[in-house]
């Protein structure tokens, strides 16, 4: 099932902010999930890291 994954780069006291939003139709089962499941919980810690090396590769730096 297709979703759309989205970034938002605002520029902030020199840096760059990074904004990522994922949306898409949910069926009956994802809802249901969704219920007992937090995604953020999943995949939080990833998609955290994950802008973290983004920043780092944008800046130069070795990544984690």
């Known amino acids: 099932m297709p979703g759309t994954v989205e970034f938002t780069f605002t520029p902030e006291d020199g ?13 009956f089962m994802m809802k249901a999930m969704s219920v007992v499941i937090s995604c953020n919980k ?15 590769a944008a800046s130069g730096a070795p990544t984690r």
């Open 42 to 56: 999943m995949f939080g810690p990833k998609l955290e890291k994950s802008l973290a090396d983004l920043g780092a």
């Open 15 to 27: 840096n760059s902010v990074v904004t990522l939003a994922m949306y898409g139709h949910r069926n």
